[in-house]
């Protein structure tokens, strides 16, 4: 800090740079007018250096697919489709928010079964205590396995606060033989003795063993889903838990 006839420099906020102020010295808004346009300048080149790097991990994320899918043997389609969300709309998982869409596609035969894996979005919107609108967008990852079986639809997914609240709100919840699986995990059928067919000493040891699975059943389709985006190495990982819940379906459910 210098003192010059009644004025008094400081250092400037670039190398060699001064700034000079009243002899009483800088007041605060004096202060914001001189720093506020570098904040200002910092602030967007942060927002732009985060936008490069997002940039760049999702361009080695598709990379990373389409290794996999080529590995795996599977058709692989980064674009957004909208038409998967349309498709696959009698899903739960697949029907919330709005714009929804698919992303990172892959899809093919695995191991035998036709399967479809991808990256899904859909936002929802809040508003502030100042009534502004504000968008939140969702990212997780999905997982469909086709198959020959017509079924009703079938919910199973892990016990937790939300699927509590729906059984004090008069959501039915099948409860099972097995006091440790009806406490594990909520599920959901208007039919019964389907989901007692599904849910039999097997396929409840299973689940046991992989107490994060939610799954969905319903016409010719059987999804897993994570709560938010796998890495492309952990894909195959889920394909496997897809194919070993198909297998654990009884056979005489097939034949009838």
């Not at 208007?190 to 699975?213: G, P, S, T, V």
């Amino acid at each position: 800090m210098h003192a010059v006839r009644g004025r008094i420099e400081y250092p400037g906020p670039f190398p060699g740079s001064m700034v000079r102020f009243g002899s009483a010295g800088p007041t605060k808004e004096t202060v914001l007018r001189v720093f506020m346009p570098i904040i200002f300048i910092a602030f967007v080149l942060l927002i732009i250096v985060a936008a490069v790097f997002a940039s760049v991990a999702e361009k080695k994320r598709r990379e990373a697919f389409a290794a996999l899918a080529q590995r795996l043997g599977l058709r692989y389609r980064p674009e957004r489709d909208h038409g998967v969300a349309r498709q696959f709309a009698f899903l739960d998982k697949l029907r919330g928010g709005s714009n929804r869409y698919a992303y990172n596609i892959l899809e093919g035969t695995y191991k035998g079964h036709e399967v479809m894996a991808f990256d899904y979005h859909y936002e929802t919107h809040s508003t502030d205590s100042k009534g502004r609108r504000q968008t939140h967008h969702h990212h997780f990852s999905f997982f469909i396995l086709f198959h020959d079986l017509e079924c009703p639809e079938l919910r199973i997914y892990p016990e937790g606060f939300f699927s509590k609240l729906g059984q004090m709100m008069g959501f039915d919840d099948i409860d099972f033989e097995s006091v440790e699986f009806s406490k594990a995990f909520c599920v959901r059928s208007k039919d019964k003795k389907f989901a007692y067919d599904i849910c039999h000493a097997r396929m409840m040891e299973y689940l046991l063993r992989h107490r994060n699975l939610s799954i969905e059943l319903e016409g010719r389709c059987v999804s897993v889903s994570a709560d938010s985006r796998l890495k492309p190495e952990e894909v195959p990982g889920r394909l496997d838990q897809l194919v070993e819940i198909r297998e654990l379906f009884p056979k005489y459910l097939y034949d009838a």
